[in-house]
């Protein structure tokens, strides 16, 4: 996935971070510095459930040049209006989050990922209507959200082999689980306390999910 271009492109499965739900801005700046300056991430997925809109747009005015000076993508959870309105590389919407087939439309030229849980059809549907990319799960319990679609590996595997569309694997994904998710096919892995709640710090988040990637 590239900034610049607003393209995804993935060579090999690759880390997308996603923020805690709740950060403090200025300091979140600074472990964001740190964690996109330890590896590889192709982008960071600003998901900031119970902020306003004012405090999103105060987050992206914030973290989306961080992103940008390292060339990793910036995209906005839920909303694809204000993403375009912001001057995000894109969005990422759920299955609630209203018309994909407009947000598309809006975000001509932009990154557009759908969340499709553990279905086929709704990621055959996602795919049809143009999204840059899918995501798959959940793969692993969870403490970000409520579990309520679990996916497997097989899903990602068909995928793989049917369609060129990248797909992200989401869901307690962390350096010591990823594996199975890596050879099934998982273009990205996306992932919020595997690097955030780090024991080390993000940084060593990041590079022990890089690691792990490799390693699978």
């Given at each position: 996935?590239n900034a610049?271009?607003?393209?995804?492109?993935?060579?090999?499965?690759?880390?997308?971070?996603?923020?805690?739900?709740?950060?403090?801005?200025?300091?979140?700046?600074?472990?964001?510095?740190?964690?996109?300056?330890?590896?590889?991430?192709?982008?960071l997925?600003?998901?900031?459930?119970?902020?306003?809109k004012?405090?999103i747009?105060?987050?992206?005015?914030?973290?989306?040049?961080?992103?940008h000076?390292?060339?990793?993508a910036?995209?906005?959870n839920?909303?694809?209006r204000l993403?375009?309105?912001?001057?995000?590389?894109g969005?990422?919407?759920?299955q609630s989050?209203?018309?994909?087939?407009?947000?598309?439309?809006?975000?001509?030229?932009?990154?557009?990922?759908i969340?499709?849980?553990?279905s086929?059809?709704?990621?055959m549907?996602?795919?049809?209507?143009?999204?840059?990319?899918v995501?798959?799960?959940?793969?692993?319990p969870?403490?970000?959200?409520?579990?309520v679609h679990?996916?497997?590996?097989?899903?990602?595997?068909?995928?793989?082999?049917?369609?060129?569309?990248?797909?992200?694997?989401?869901?307690?994904?962390t350096a010591?689980n990823?594996?199975?998710?890596?050879r099934?096919?998982?273009?990205?892995?996306?992932?919020?306390?595997?690097?955030?709640n780090?024991?080390?710090?993000?940084?060593?988040?990041?590079r022990a999910?890089?690691?792990?990637?490799?390693a699978?």
């Amino acid at each position: 996935m590239n900034a610049a271009s607003q393209d995804l492109s993935p060579e090999g499965c690759r880390l997308y971070l996603i923020t805690p739900p709740r950060i403090d801005i200025p300091r979140f700046r600074d472990v964001l510095a740190a964690a996109l300056d330890a590896g590889d991430v192709a982008c960071l997925q600003l998901r900031l459930k119970d902020a306003d809109k004012d405090a999103i747009a105060r987050a992206a005015e914030v973290l989306m040049p961080v992103c940008h000076a390292r060339d990793v993508a910036f995209i906005l959870n839920d909303d694809a209006r204000l993403a375009h309105e912001l001057g995000c590389d894109g969005a990422h919407l759920g299955q609630s989050d209203g018309d994909h087939a407009a947000a598309r439309k809006l975000l001509e030229g932009r990154i557009l990922g759908i969340t499709c849980h553990a279905s086929r059809h709704l990621a055959m549907t996602a795919g049809e209507i143009g999204a840059d990319y899918v995501a798959f799960g959940a793969f692993f319990p969870t403490g970000t959200k409520q579990t309520v679609h679990t996916a497997g590996t097989d899903l990602l595997q068909w995928w793989s082999e049917m369609m060129e569309i990248p797909c992200v694997a989401i869901g307690g994904i962390t350096a010591e689980n990823c594996a199975p998710l890596v050879r099934a096919g998982a273009d990205f892995l996306a992932v919020v306390g595997a690097v955030w709640n780090h024991p080390d710090g993000a940084a060593a988040g990041v590079r022990a999910m890089n690691a792990a990637i490799a390693a699978a």
